[in-house]
């Protein structure tokens, strides 16, 4: 069964992030998609050989670099596995996209880095910061669903139907506040509001904006100057004027 991300970290300096990672890709597109170690790996299983396994039947892999990764002394001995991984993929044409922990941890510098490794200074990478971390793993997710088919077609938020009572909206070049409202109850059509200089309110009943409420039988209202009369006329038959014809 093919996992098409690998996630690549060192025990005590990224393993929070890894684990936050794989958590929240598995959640949008599926668990089967995935691979990480301490989760993936089950009772009985030779470890070397399904790390050896799992990253080449990956299509990308997360290495995380966590603050101390670069300067950790295991990075340059052969038989370290987060090494060893990095280079299998390396060796097998697999791309590797460094995954930044926090905003303190700095891009890889080459002069610290293995001559083996040196080349993963170079690839552009992602940082994915716990003070903003929904932001950064939908970016992430997004980023593997564009290079990854498999992951596009599995992607859940690509392809999920609004739930009963929720409201989605999409507003553009808006100059000025937009308020969301969650319910409406009965119709709502051929709406302008147009130089609005306080709140107007939309829910249940009648609508008055900048305008006196008027009603009843023999109401009235002028504004402005009135240059003719006012008549009235208040219940039974209308007045017959004069001249008129009876019938």
Partial sequence: MAN???INYRTGDGEKIAGLLERDL??????????????SIQPGAVYQEELISAIR????????????WSKHPKLHNESDWVRKEILEAFTCG??????LDGRKTE???PADLPAELQRLADVQSVRLDLHDLQAGLTRIGNLLAAKVPELKTADRIAH?????????????EVRGNVVQSREFTGDVAGTVIKGNQGPIHTGRGDL???SPHVSGTGATYIAGDNQGGIRHDFGGSPRK??????R
């Avoid at 697999?94 to 995954?99: D, G, L, S, T, W």
């Fill in 208 to 210: 008055y904006h900048n």
């Fill in 160 to 172: 999920q139907e609004p739930e009963v009572g929720e409201v989605r909206n999409s507003v553009d």
């Fill in 26 to 39: 598995s959640h949008r597109f599926g668990t089967e998609h995935f691979f990480r170690a301490s989760k």
């Fill in 241 to 246: 004027e004069e001249g008129e014809d009876e």
């Fill in 4 to 6: 098409e991300v690998f």
């Fill in 57 to 68: 039947r990956s299509s990308v892999v997360l290495a995380v670099i966590g603050e101390s």
């Fill in 94 to 99: 697999i791309e590797v996209i460094p995954v």
């Fill in 107 to 109: 891009r890889l510098n």
